[in-house]
Every structure is written in structure tokens, then in C-alpha cells.
């Protein structure tokens, strides 16, 4: 059997889609909300120009993925609204960590034929 080498080295942005199904949209997302810290939809949109919606899907997956972080803010109105900030570097780094191991030893028992 022939494989194939890939000719570049993978980046951050390759093993965060790889990993977190994180996707460039998402990535522009992320770098506000770790710049200007505890941002909420609006703000974020205003700052990328882009719709609210699509703001609100790349702050879903970078919550579920564990990048950022979701607090429920109550108005004295009534209602809430959300705000995100980011999970620090070295948890980020351990959950990646973790994940990649988790697929590796998935792959090796499959090829194991286990």
C-alpha cells in the first residue's frame, strides 16, 4: 500500500477544524471575543460585520468545542442575554490534548482490527 505525505506541516486553524470542527468564520469569532474579552453577539457582529445569526452559530460550536465560555446575564427589565470570554490557554491546550489522544488510540485499535 502507498501513502501519501502531506507536503506541509499542519497549523493551529488545520487541528482546531480537525479536532473541534472549528472553521475559519469561527476562528475570526474566537480572536474578537479573546482580544475585547466578555463580548456578546452584537458587539461581535458590529466588530465583523456580519450577521447576528452567524455570530450566534460560531459562539454554539466554540461553547460546545470548549473554547469560549457561555454566562447567562440577567436585565433588571426581564430577560437575559449571553456573554462569552475565552477558556484559558493551558485548558484549551490539555482538552485538544485529550481529544487527539482519544482518536489515536481509536485509529490504532481499529487498524488492530479490534
Known amino acids: 500500500m502507498k501513502t501519501q505525505k502531506k507536503s506541509k506541516k499542519p497549523s493551529c486553524l488545520d487541528i482546531l477544524n480537525c479536532v473541534a470542527d472549528i ?4 476562528v475570526e469569532v474566537y480572536q474578537i471575543v479573546k482580544k475585547d474579552k ?26 460546545k468545542s470548549g473554547l469560549c465560555i457561555k454566562k447567562t446575564k440577567t436585565l433588571t427589565k426581564g430577560g437575559y442575554y449571553h456573554i462569552y ?30
Open 38 to 63: 466578555n463580548c456578546d453577539v452584537e458587539y461581535v457582529a458590529e466588530k465583523l460585520n456580519k450577521e447576528r445569526s452567524t455570530i450566534y452559530r460560531s459562539l454554539q460550536r466554540l461553547s
Open 85 to 114: 470570554s475565552c477558556n484559558e490557554l493551558s485548558h484549551v491546550k490539555k482538552q485538544m490534548g485529550s481529544c487527539i489522544d482519544e482518536w489515536y488510540n481509536y485509529m490504532k485499535e481499529r487498524l488492530n482490527g479490534k
Open 23 to 26: 472553521n475559519h468564520s469561527d
